[in-house]
């Protein structure tokens, strides 16, 4: 389990022109919901974005104010399109001893046997949803892919249990498989050599006459 604070201030208006004003000003205005009645909040744009470089939905975080200490989730964000910038975060609040439903991310380990061979990896998800206690929960789940041959794929199922924690995403998911070149590549390369083949031919013939 991974866990990182963050300070935060109340918030008592919770209008457009307040948030915009909010954001001119490096701040990142946000909701806390889940246990109580949601709350405004207002995080430092700066501090978060130097704690989360990717946000993730499998961190814990302690949000805490003068008064006050959140346990929380991110559970949404939104982001400007032009800028990439964090307009808003919505925060989900736990409870530490009770049962919690989020996503862990994937991360694939290692150079497959099929990739070193000539295929190609290709990954179809990059998290899982898991549910355990707060305590249980995995920063991310590794998995070795390096036995993979091409052909050969790993699913779900396939996933060494987590103490713990238990994957509520279906079992018979593919998470990833390393597949053969496609023919549209292949052919693509054989393309392209023989034109470079017809080049030079070409340029031997012109070489050939102007000698004549």
Do not use: W
């Amino acid at each position: 389990m991974e866990e990182k604070t963050l300070t935060i201030l109340l918030k008592s208006k919770n209008t457009k022109r307040e948030n915009r004003r909010l954001r001119r000003e490096g701040k990142i205005p946000a909701v806390i919901y889940g246990k109580t009645d949601s709350q405004g909040i207002i995080i430092d744009e700066h501090e978060f974005n130097t704690k989360f470089p990717v946000i993730s939905e499998s961190i814990i975080i302690n949000l805490k104010s003068d008064s006050s200490v959140h346990n929380v989730l991110i559970k949404d964000y939104q982001e400007n399109i032009i800028t990439g910038r964090v307009q808003h975060i919505d925060f989900y609040e736990i409870e530490r001893g009770k049962i919690l439903r989020t996503n862990a991310p994937v991360h694939l380990k290692g150079t497959s046997i099929g990739v070193k061979e000539g295929g190609v990896l290709e990954t179809l998800m990059h998290e899982l949803e898991v549910e355990c206690l707060p305590k249980d929960l995995p920063k991310e789940i590794l998995i070795d892919i390096s036995a993979l041959e091409v052909g050969d794929s790993i699913h779900v199922r396939d996933i060494e249990p987590l103490s713990g924690v238990r994957i509520i995403t279906s079992q018979d998911q593919v998470i990833c498989i390393v597949e053969h070149r496609r023919v549209e590549e292949v052919a693509e390369v054989v393309e392209e050599e023989e034109e470079e083949g017809e080049g030079v031919l070409e340029e031997e013939e012109e070489a050939e006459s102007s000698e004549e």
